[in-house]
């Protein structure tokens, strides 16, 4: 909700993101990031944070996150009694400076502070922006993103999500850089935040899982985006994701059934057509009845087969 909402021109009303909510509490989901406690004049779409986590039914077992950037954002999470703030910071400069308006070291510095504040409270996980690439500034050094997971690592946050913002990463490079990751964070909980930008998103999840992650972010319909990422678009679809899991033999928990329902409401609230691909085509053991007239098809080629000898002799003879 939080990353699919958050660059919609259209403000989907609370109660209709409450019983959204409500409903994907249901669908077997380990986290839901329900809203993000920023300002609202740069996130509009999310200025009813309050409500929303008042009013959201919180399902045993599910952990419901939200995303903070700075120490009044976390203050208004707490008290919203949120089991987990997303603090977001960017890999590199330039990004996190049009995100946030802080420097890189401002932002690290102000983020540590609330995790200092807040970890004994409830669970604090860091998400790293751009960490595959800044579609402003191109590459990111693997350096930079260790450099700022090692800070949070330090002062005690339970998880890390490595965030491709702008879908530049492929699978070659997920594979290597969670690899290299994951074993300089053992006992973290890795998270892969991967947007469908380029068409590379659910391959990137298959580089992950070889890598180890077992953990992804994604939305239902692949919507979202970062509003302030130029070119930005929607994350890694939820149903999607959770369909080609369950293929390929992963046990998600999910009920992709439920899920599906769930994702065919996103058009109807944000007002135009979602990425997503599985809300349209079903599950892949879906079957589509055959075409009315089979029978009759079937007919006219057996029929086609027996006067065989006649059809061949229609047919012009080519001298060699
Ligand atoms: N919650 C509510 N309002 C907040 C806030 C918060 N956590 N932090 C700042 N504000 C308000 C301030 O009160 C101020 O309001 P005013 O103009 O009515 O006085 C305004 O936002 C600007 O505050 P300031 O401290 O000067 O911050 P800024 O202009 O440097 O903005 C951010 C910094 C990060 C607070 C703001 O840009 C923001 O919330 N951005 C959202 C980024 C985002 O969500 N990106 C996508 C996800 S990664
Ligand atoms: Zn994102």
């Not at 960490?131 to 590459?139: D, K, L, R, S, Y």
């Not at 070119?231 to 046990?251: K, P």
């Not at 349209?280 to 589509?288: C, I, N, Q, S, V």
């Amino acid at each position: 909700m939080r990353d699919g909402l958050q660059m919609e021109p259209v403000f989907v009303p609370t109660s209709e993101k409450v019983a959204l909510i409500d409903e994907i509490g249901h669908c077997g989901l380990n986290r839901i990031e329900a809203t993000s406690f920023t300002s609202a004049k740069a996130i509009p779409a999310l200025s009813d944070a309050e409500a929303v986590m008042h009013e959201i039914e919180r399902v045993p077992g599910v952990r419901y996150a939200a995303l903070v950037l700075n120490r009044r954002g976390a203050e208004r999470a707490l008290e919203c009694g949120v089991d987990e703030l997303n603090l977001v910071v960017s890999a590199n400069e330039t990004h996190n400076l049009a995100n946030t308006r802080m420097t890189r070291a401002q932002a690290v510095r102000a983020l540590l502070d609330i995790t200092a504040f807040c970890r004994d409270r409830l669970a604090i996980g860091v998400s790293i922006a751009t960490a595959f690439g800044c579609p402003m500034e191109g590459a990111i050094d693997i350096d930079s993103v260790l450099d700022i997971g090692n800070q949070f690592v330090a002062a005690g946050v339970r998880g890390i999500t490595l965030c491709d913002t702008t879908g530049m990463a492929n699978p070659r490079q997920v594979k290597a850089v969670c690899g290299a990751l994951a074993a300089r964070w053992p006992g973290i909980e890795l998270t892969l935040h991967l947007h469908n930008t380029r068409g590379m998103g659910l391959a990137n999840v298959v580089a992950g899982l070889d890598a180890g992650i077992r953990h992804f972010d994604a939305s239902l319909g692949g919507l979202g985006g970062c509003p302030f990422a130029p070119g930005a678009s929607g994350n890694i679809c939820t149903e999607d994701l959770v369909h080609m899991l369950d293929a390929m033999g992963y046990a998600t928990g999910v009920d992709l059934e439920r899920l599906i329902a769930c994702a065919r409401r996103m058009p109807g609230l944000v007002g135009h057509g979602v990425p997503g691909q599985v809300q349209h085509a079903g599950a892949w053991d879906h079957r589509f009845p055959p075409p009315a007239d089979l029978e009759a098809t079937r007919e006219r080629a057996l029929a086609r087969e027996l006067s065989g000898d006649a059809y061949r002799a229609m047919r012009p003879v080519v001298e060699r």
